[in-house]
Every structure is written in C-alpha cells, then in structure tokens.
C-alpha cells in the first residue's frame, strides 16, 4: 500500500484545510463577541454556546470532508447574530 498522494489528494486536502481555518476563525470571532457579552447572560448559556462552539471547531475538518460546514457554520453564525441584534435593541441592559 502505497503512503504518496497524487496532486489532486494534496489539492483537496490543502483546500479543506484552508476552509477549515476560515470556519474556525470565524467561529473565534463568535467566542470573543459571547466573551465581551458573557455578563449579560446566564452561565448555563454561556457554558451551552461555549459547548457548541468548541464541538463544531473540534469536527470542523470532517464536516468540510463532507461538505456540510457551510451548512452547520451559517446556521450557527445566522443564530449567533441574532441574539447579538436582539441585545444591541435593549440600549446596553443586560435582559438574558
């Protein structure tokens, strides 16, 4: 059994490893917004995104293997920004 990779192997491996990164900064960028947040919410929230975050990141370059990253990162970045638009309306209270 043969360990070389054929050009197209290396290709595809560099090119999920770069999405993979992309993805994972942008999901950083999510966890330093909760960490500027975190006293306006519960510690039970925090800890349940911190969760999520870290499990996504963990399996981030399985699921650009599968193709399915775009689909799990967007949706957790579409959610992400929604609770960030909900607390800019509350003029800096804290409500969660």
């Not at 595809?12 to 993805?23: K, M």
């Not at 500027?36 to 399985?62: K, N, P, W």
């Not at 650009?64 to 957790?76: F, K, L, N, P």
């Amino acid at each position: 059994m043969s360990l070389r990779h054929t050009p197209t192997d290396v290709e595809q491996i560099l090119r999920v490893s770069r999405l993979a990164e992309f993805y994972r900064e942008e999901l950083q960028r999510c966890h330093h917004q909760l960490e500027r947040q975190r006293d306006c919410y519960s510690q039970a929230t925090v800890q349940g995104v911190e969760v999520a975050l870290d499990r996504v990141m963990d399996q981030l370059e399985v699921l650009c293997r599968q193709g399915r990253a775009d689909q799990v990162v967007s949706g957790i970045l579409d959610s992400f920004s929604h609770v960030a638009a909900a607390r800019a309306w509350v003029d800096g209270r804290c409500l969660h």
